[in-house]
């Protein structure tokens, strides 16, 4: 682990490097882009550069890993970059990449900090920074091996074979191989990386949830159409193209199945919490329970804006009704429709409360950060352990940052 020296400078420098992370990572993306612009139009979410949310997640990670070192100096803080390992997978990165990352980060170290990286805080931070680099490269190498690829080659070309409109702002696409060959293996609850050319001929990716069973002969993703703050002009790129864009017998290259927020075996009882589009890995989830084992205990809790913004709603009863054990509770902000009558829909924020999971479930959340974090909170009061709370993010991991 790392050095007894690098230890105390590390230990000694984190409050200062902590303390300017967010101007660093401000820095190292700015040199880096300027040295290799072509990332940023065809691997790194421009959306995401532009708001901060990157620089942000990356400070975040940084810091925990630190802080990670730290106070359990025996260890590795793998667990920290788990969710990292996969969605880096799930574009294709090489172990080559971390060189240059270095480069620039280290160099963005000692451009903000100036006098007070000395060789030997330096030497301890590019310590840290390589046993962080060559963690996720184990990791990322290991992903490649278990999908039997070159490292780096999860990308391949699939067909558009179905569109569903499912909300005024949310479509799902079916998608095969050209060649009629089923689409492949995955664990109920991973998501693929879309790439799309945009009209100023940029590449940009982003990644989205399988939202049906294995077994199938078609993948099925869900797009939900993302909107700037005044709720009119659409903000998201990619989002925006697709929907605009993309037709049955249209092609798109798409990366293999990869993620960790993965369904467990054994019979442990189950509560599957979601808002918005992050219902689609839930669905997923519930039609394998379905066929494997439908006498599994699970209690479904989903949060939308109302009825008619919930994407797959009838599907997600259908799928809950297929199980003996299953519960559904949902709630909406607006409940004045005639598909919002129910024992089991209510009107407000989601509440856990009612539900009161025993312990030993195992949580599985998705869907925006604020929601995440309220449910984990009330989870861990109703006594889970943190152990058990899983939890899927699209775009920068921000739980760590904030």
């Not at 190292?28 to 040295?35: A, G, K, L, P, V």
């Not at 442990?268 to 494997?292: K, Q, Y």
């Not at 709603?313 to 003996?324: D, F, G, I, K, T």
């Amino acid at each position: 682990m790392l050095s007894d020296q690098s230890a105390r400078v590390v230990r000694a420098t984190l409050p200062a490097v902590g303390a300017s992370l967010g101007t660093i990572t401000e820095v190292f993306y700015r040199h880096m882009f300027e040295e290799r612009p072509e990332l940023l139009r065809g691997l790194f979410n421009r959306a995401n550069q532009a708001s901060g949310a990157q620089r942000d997640a990356l400070a975040g990670a940084v810091a925990a890993f630190a802080t990670a070192l730290m106070e359990h100096p025996g260890e590795r803080p793998d667990a920290v970059l788990g969710r990292i390992a996969n969605k880096h997978a799930s574009l294709g990165i090489t172990a080559d990449q971390y060189t240059l990352v270095a480069r620039h980060l280290l160099g963005a170290v000692a451009e903000v900090l100036g006098d007070v990286v000395t060789p030997a805080v330096a030497a301890a931070w590019d310590e840290v920074y390589w046993l962080m680099a060559n963690a996720l490269i184990a990791m990322e190498a290991r992903l490649y091996a278990e999908a039997r690829v070159e490292d780096g080659a999860v990308w391949h070309t699939m067909e558009i074979t179905e569109r569903h409109e499912e909300t005024p702002d949310a479509v799902s696409f079916d998608l095969g191989h050209p060649d009629g060959s089923p689409g492949g293996a995955f664990v109920p609850g991973q998501y693929v990386s879309v790439q799309a050319q945009l009209p100023d001929g940029a590449y940009q990716i982003r990644q989205y949830s399988l939202s049906t069973a294995p077994g199938r002969e078609t993948w099925r993703i869900t797009v939900k159409r993302e909107r700037s703050a005044d709720g009119r002009v659409p903000e998201g790129e990619v989002s925006s193209w697709l929907h605009a864009n993309a037709r049955p017998g249209d092609t798109l290259q798409v990366s293999l199945p990869f993620g960790d927020l993965l369904l467990p075996e054994g019979d442990s009882p189950l509560l599957l919490a979601s808002a918005g589009i992050g219902v689609t890995p839930m669905l997923a989830m519930l039609e394998h329970l379905a066929t494997v084992s439908p006498e599994r205990p699970v209690a479904v809790v989903h949060a939308d804006r109302s009825p008619v913004h919930h994407a797959h709603r009838l599907e997600l009863s259908e799928r809950v009704a297929q199980l003996p054990n299953a519960s559904l509770h949902l709630w909406y902000e607006v409940t004045d429709h005639p598909d919002a009558a129910g024992d089991h829909v209510n009107e407000g924020w989601a509440d856990i409360t009612p539900i009161s999971p025993a312990p030993g479930t195992i949580a599985f959340l998705c869907g925006p950060l604020p929601f995440m974090k309220t449910v984990r909170t009330d989870l861990l009061a109703h006594g889970l352990s943190p152990r058990d709370i899983h939890y899927e993010v699209f775009g920068p991991d921000l739980w760590l940052s904030k």
